[in-house]
């Protein structure tokens, strides 16, 4: 069964850092990869997705995701936190074809100290 | 448009009630789901349905049923409620179960089973 991976739980950097967070999915065939934020007592709301095309990919504010066939990898990147991005960031893979269905990781919490 | 709705926001059930929980979008949306997400364990399907009158079951499907008779609701019912069913439910829609459709989801109904 596919499955997605995130490899950090929770994520404490100042502000300015520079963030990675890393998700890796298990399935060897064509998928759509997504990046989902969630901010405190908020519903998800989509950060940046991939389909097709170039594998970096921009989201809003300032987000940006790599997709790295040969790594199963879909890592996301910010070059300076703020501390309105703390939030919990959730990886989510579709496989194409498939019957539309999410694929979650479970999360990484991101918390971002003034 | 109001995206995807759902009601009620928070729900406080005694073991063995019904309810229903309920989804609706107005986005012609093909495709809807419901999710459960629990502290450490991200999102985990429970139904989804890709058109009216067609459900089936997602990764979580025990003791809880649904129905789609129109396109825009999709409620989830629980017959007789348990305490591992204490969680945070998301219902989310996108036009179409495959190509680069995205999936949108509502703001979530917290559920306390006691």
């Known amino acids: 069964a596919q499955s997605v991976s995130q490899h950090n739980h929770h994520v404490i950097l100042s502000e300015a850092a520079s963030l990675e967070l890393g998700c890796n999915y298990s399935y060897g065939g064509t998928v759509n990869l997504f990046w989902y934020v969630q901010y405190p007592g908020q519903h998800l709301q989509l950060l940046l997705k991939?389909?097709?095309?170039?594998?970096l990919v921009k989201g809003i504010k300032g987000f940006e995701a790599e997709f790295i066939k040969s790594k199963f990898s879909f890592n996301l990147r910010k070059p300076s936190v703020q501390w309105s991005d703390t939030a919990e960031y959730f990886c989510a893979v579709k496989v194409t074809g498939s019957q539309g269905n999410l694929i979650f990781g479970k999360g990484t919490k991101l918390s971002v100290k003034p | 448009n109001a995206g995807v709705t759902q009601t009620p926001k928070f729900q406080v059930l005694k073991t063995g009630q019904s309810m229903t929980l309920q989804c609706a979008q107005d986005m012609n949306h093909e495709y809807m789901s419901w999710y459960r997400q629990d502290p450490g364990m991200g999102l985990r399907l429970i139904h989804y349905?890709?058109?009216?009158?067609?459900?089936d079951q997602g990764e979580v499907p025990n003791g809880y049923n649904v129905s789609r008779s129109t396109t825009e609701d999709f409620p989830l019912r629980l017959l007789s409620a348990a305490p591992s069913q204490t969680s945070v439910y998301f219902c989310?829609?996108?036009?179409?179960?495959?190509?680069?459709?995205?999936?949108?989801f509502g703001p979530g109904t917290r559920l306390t089973v006691l």
């Open positions: 989310a829609s996108s036009y179409s179960r495959g190509g680069e459709a995205t999936q949108y």
């Open positions: 349905s890709v058109g009216a009158g067609i459900t």
């Open positions: 991939y389909f097709s095309g170039d594998p």
